[in-house]
T-cell receptor, first 111, second 115 residues
Framework: GNSVTQMEGPVTLSEEAFLTINCTYTATGYPSLFWYVQYPGEGLQLLLKATKADDKGSNKGFEATYRKETTSFHLEKGSVQVSDSAVYFCALSYQGGKLIFGQGTELSVKP | GAGVSQSPSNKVTEKGKDVELRCDPISGHTALYWYRQSLGQGLEFLIYFQGNSAPDKSGLPSDRFSAERTGGSVSTLTIQRTQQEDSAVYLC?????????????FGPGTRLTVL
């Protein structure tokens, strides 16, 4: 079946450090891939997405590339800020737009 | 414009009672989804509606759960005879269409606590 696996958290970084959160997926067909973010006390919001192989999604300095050959969609940011502290969810969408989420990775950025 | 709204924001109920959770999607969005976020299970799909088509109920965990969408807009998720394991945050999302490329916009959720 379809599934998403994320690296476990929590991840703790110092401000301006480089961030990578790994995400791999298993899917039949050609899913779209998403990163959603949940800031403390707020709802889920889309961070970025990619709808086909080799697409790169980007937003707010975050990037992720849809790699079909490695079934991955790793999230990266070159220099994190305290305000990036949140829980990040990788997800895939297939039939009917239903989202399958990874377990979430909590990121804490220290000044 | 207005986003997805949900009510109530918090609901505390006793085991065995029925509860109703409401979702107002973004105007013009034809697809509406319900998810559940719990510590043990993470974020899981429950049910979705697209236009006038029959809903996809494949994620509902038991027959105590049901949902309806009236007039292609507002949706209500009903949990009958609540159990403690139903305690979770119930999230509603809507999107323009139900294709795999559409972005889903999430509401703030309803936190359900079953005592």
């Amino acid at each position: 079946g379809n599934s998403v696996t994320q690296m476990e958290g929590p991840v703790t970084l110092s401000e301006e450090a480089f961030l990578t959160i790994n995400c791999t997926y298993t899917a039949t067909g050609y899913p779209s891939l998403f990163w959603y973010v949940q800031y403390p006390g707020e709802g889920l919001q889309l961070l970025l997405k990619a709808t086909k192989a080799d697409d790169k999604g980007s937003n707010k300095g975050f990037e992720a590339t849809y790699r079909k050959e490695t079934t991955s969609f790793h999230l990266e940011k070159g220099s994190v800020q305290v305000s990036d502290s949140a829980v990040y969810f990788c997800a895939l969408s297939y039939q009917g737009g239903k989202l399958i989420f990874g377990q979430g990775t909590e990121l804490s950025v220290k000044p | 414009g207005a986003g997805v709204s949900q009510s109530p924001s918090n609901k505390v109920t006793e085991k065995g009672k029925d509860v109703e959770l409401r979702c107002d999607p973004i105007s013009g969005h034809t697809a509406l989804y319900w998810y559940r976020q719990s510590l043990g299970q993470g974020l899981e799909f429950l049910i979705y509606f697209q236009g006038n088509s029959a809903p996809d109920k494949s994620g509902l965990p038991s027959d105590r759960f049901s949902a309806e969408r009236t007039g292609g807009s507002v949706s209500t998720l009903t949990i009958q005879r609540t159990q403690q394991e139903d305690s979770a945050v119930y999230l509603c999302a809507s999107s323009l269409e139900d294709t795999r490329t559409d972005t889903q916009y999430f509401g703030p959720g309803t936190r359900l606590t079953v005592l």
